[in-house]
């Protein structure tokens, strides 16, 4: 008798052939009778097409409702049903039997001969596996280089809708480098329904993960602050589930895909030759869902990235700006205002207003799109800042813990260069240059020299930030003849 977990893979292949007629409409039924073991029975008879086919018809003596247990996982209601074994086996079905007056329950055994693997011959399978005639099995690796390949939201959006996507946050390509996560591999062999999972001997999960594992043996903040890896090597083998109808995906014994949120069954969103993208609900954070893409492995390659220097340049005079900066916890007033000084060393008519609110970070960037920057020789940012003194800079405001030591508005300015790829987490790995206690009520020319990183082929990004940041205090300032150059 071959590996009973297989029948769990197959709830899919089970489908309603017919239904007799409405139960109710039986006299036995209307009155209500009490049926036993002894009044129930059906047949089991393959199928004319195929042996591995099995049609079930219930021949009980008494009328009532009938329900299935297939004994491959699924489950079915009718008088007569088909069912589908791919795997040589000996499975137990069992027939139970609804009526007014109560229930009964018979069972059978089903022995099933040989394996007949065109059952399996369908699209998600053969995506999932590479087909029954690739005994190797397809191995799937977690989309590194893409952004969105790791995510968490919600179960439940605030309407009570299921949530579809990972509306808290979305890991960017490469965000969790470092940590274990890109280490599993995860190897779908169709013949067997056998799953090999590889990995470097640890999984990635967050506090609540670790702690509802309960392994002492860990890795702290590998990929970032509040990441573990955690001492986990996978068994030798595992099967897996596939249901095509309920569109799920369950591991055996416990695995799980390198990323432990409590369960083994995953909700497939989709699946081609060249995605499969999984969510599921955290069994260890209340509310949590987490999502999950993965692709072949031999598809997992790092794009190559080209290094440009090209100049970059604003003004801030013509309607269309070449060089757009994004705006991140900025004022709603007008950000491209006329000049509040225009003397030398600015007369230009138009300047940038810069309008730091009261967030802990206000800040404007520009990244650039398909390359990264070369700071071999093009690696100073230069620009005219004016400082007002009218803002408050005396006044002490809240911050955004007790790391930051300074609480008040500063007069000052601060250019860094970042890598866009690590989203949230891009400071980590910034260069910043300060130019604090600036002259107020005039114009001043300023150059950021970056020559110090010239080597580095990471950063895409520019951010300026004026005031300081970690702090509460709103201000207004104005830049003017921004570029980025030699």
Known sequence: MKNIFKTGILALLSVLLMTSCDPQENNEYGLGTTPTETDLSFTATPSSSKANIIVLKNTSSVSGVATWNLGNGAT?????????????????????????????????QIIIAEDDMSLLDTPMYNALTGGADNLAGKTWVFDEYHDGHFGIGPVLNDDGSISTSPSWWSCPASGKEGASLYKQEFTFIQVGVKMIWKNNGY??????????????????????????????????????????????????????????????????????????????ASKVESGNKWWYRFIPKEKNVKPVVPVKAVALAENFEKEKLSVDFKREEMGTLQHIYANPAPVPVNESKLVYLYQKTSAFYSNISYTVTGYKFDLTQMNKVRMKVYIPSYNNYEDVFATAGDWVTINKLQSQVAVKLQNSNLGTTSYTTQTEIVKANLQKDRWLELEFDFSSVKDRKDYDKIVIQFGGEGHAAPGIFFFDDFSFNK
């Open 203 to 280: 999984i990635y999960t967050n506090a609540n993960g670790k702690n509802a594992l309960g392994i002492n043996d860990y890795i702290e903040n590998p990929g970032g602050v509040g990441d573990f890896d955690v001492a986990y090597t996978p068994q030798a083998e595992y099967t897996f589930a596939l249901d095509e109808n309920e569109k799920t995906l369950t591991l055996s014994n416990d695995a799980f895909f390198g990323h432990y949120a409590g369960t083994s069954t995953y909700k497939i969103e989709s699946l081609t030759d060249d995605a499969l993208y999984l969510s599921c």
């Open 76 to 108: 079915a209601k009718g008088e007569s049903v088909e069912a589908q074994y791919p795997f040589a086996g000996t499975y137990t079905v069992s027939l139970t039997l609804y009526t007014t007056g109560g229930s009964a329950t018979v069972t059978k």
